[in-house]
């Protein structure tokens, strides 16, 4: 009976003929907006309780959030596609995308980077999934036991684990517990599928099964050997079991997504698919995830989207090979909790290989970094600006990073000519 609907758990978005499921968040319960999301044109709403609606306009479940897994799962099983699922703590929607490009919309079904969790994956599933032949789906772990409910709905045939690093650490409950969570994805993919694992020893020496490849910088089995930035492009080359190529990106990445593109190399093979590389070479990263930008003939790095120290590292490692003087404006490393104090030490460590650090302190989290390159602090984007401006010259880069909840694109949008707001 659900076969075409169009599921809402947001009564706000909720519009004529949709179905409103009523879901039990930390804050609110969407039990008590069913009346409202009827009032707007959904023709029912699933509950787990009764509301004061008209009974025929409610359809009860136990359990509204295995209900939507359920069904989704019941999708997949009907279309049968091939699932590539991707973890990891960085690179996870580049990757995505990356594949989604090559192999296009019309046999490649790809979640949003924000429907990956256990109620938007489902969701985004159920709403937007046309029965393509290929699903290449960002799953994200917040805490153990997320990426086992994940690959419960859409079992991979091909699971890619990238780095596991320290981003969200704090929720996650430390860092072995982001590398166990994140091994879920090998250890609940298909018998008869093949894991491409990030050629990390921490997790090889974890993994129990025999059907994998590896992938890294000079090193596994699909690997990054060199790169080269070459203007507003860059050419890196890689060794694979079947040969070697060279490929030209039409604009900048670091050396992370470069690595990653090893990976992206992997899935094609093990899927035994001919891509047209050009596609490839043609990537854009999506805004805010390491886009790079030159204006004026400088280099002004668009990282604003997410932090870790690892995704630190790699654009700090980038941007000394594209400027000739380097600035970075960053924010704080969300989602740490207790370990916050450490991780924004261990920034500031990686920021001293800069000439400027420049410290937007929005949210205070960041104010107990210490480094010997921070020019100036603010919390007013205006200020910064105006600093950062008149130091700058031709051939300088500068990066843009913080965690998305610090709100570093009002400092890049005013940087670049719009307005803080
Ligand atoms: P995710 O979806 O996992 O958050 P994104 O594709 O949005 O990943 O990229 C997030 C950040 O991770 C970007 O700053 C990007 O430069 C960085 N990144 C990508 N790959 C790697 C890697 N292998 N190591 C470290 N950082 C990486």
């Not at 159920?126 to 859409?154: F, H, S, V, W």
């Not at 860059?234 to 090893?262: C, D, M």
């Not at 450490?342 to 937007?360: A, M, N, P, S």
Request: proline share 3%.
């Amino acid at each position: 009976m659900f076969e075409n609907a169009k599921f809402v758990i947001d009564s706000r978005q909720a519009f004529e003929g949709c179905i409103f499921v009523a879901l039990k968040g930390e804050r609110t319960d969407g039990h008590y907006y069913v009346r409202e999301a009827l009032e707007r044109g959904a023709a029912l709403a699933v509950v787990e309780r009764i509301v004061d609606v008209p009974k025929e306009k409610l359809y009860f479940v136990e359990d509204t959030r295995l209900f939507l897994q359920k069904l989704a799962a019941q999708k997949i099983v009907r279309y049968d596609p091939k699932i590539v699922g991707i973890t990891g703590s960085n690179g996870k929607t580049t990757v995505k995308e990356m594949i989604h490009r090559c192999l296009g919309e019309e046999i490649a079904f790809r979640n949003p980077g924000n429907l990956n969790t256990e109620i938007g994956l489902p969701l985004s599933i159920l709403n937007d999934y046309r029965g393509q032949p290929y699903m290449i789906l960002e799953m994200a772990m917040n805490k153990p036991g997320d990426i086992t409910t994940l690959c419960r709905i859409a079992q991979p045939h091909v699971s890619i684990l990238l780095n596991v690093g320290t981003a969200h650490r704090g929720v996650a409950g430390g860092d072995e517990q982001i590398l166990k969570g994140k091994l879920e994805i090998v250890e609940n993919m298909r018998e008869n599928g093949i894991a491409i694992l990030h050629n990390d020893p921490r997790i090889l020496q974890r993994v129990r099964r025999r059907d994998f490849v590896t992938f890294g910088f000079q090193s596994g089995d699909y690997r990054l050997t060199s790169y080269v930035y070459e203007g507003p492009s860059t050419r890196a080359w890689y060794e694979t079991p079947k040969g070697v190529h060279q490929l030209r990106f039409s604009t900048i990445l670091n050396v992370g997504q470069l690595v990653n593109v090893a990976a992206v190399l992997a899935v094609f093979s093990v899927l035994n698919l001919q891509v047209d590389l050009t596609k490839l070479e043609s990537f854009v990263p999506v805004s805010g995830r390491f886009r790079v930008l030159l204006i004026d003939e400088v280099y002004v790095v668009d990282d604003t989207y997410n932090a870790s120290l690892e995704s630190f590292k790699v654009a700090v490692e980038t941007l000394k090979k594209l400027g000739e003087r380097t600035y970075a404006v960053v924010g704080s490393i969300k989602e740490q909790g207790i370990y916050s104090q450490e991780t924004h030490r261990q920034l500031g460590k990686i920021l001293e290989q800069l000439d400027g650090v420049f410290v937007y302190n929005a949210d205070h989290e960041i104010d107990s970094m210490e480094c010997s390159k921070i020019l100036l602090k603010s919390d007013e984007p205006e200020v910064i600006v105006t600093k950062l401006k008149s130091m700058l010259r031709m051939k300088d880069a500068v990066l843009f990073k913080a965690s998305r909840a610090v709100g570093m694109e009002k400092v890049l949008n005013l940087f670049l000519g719009g307005k803080a707001e």
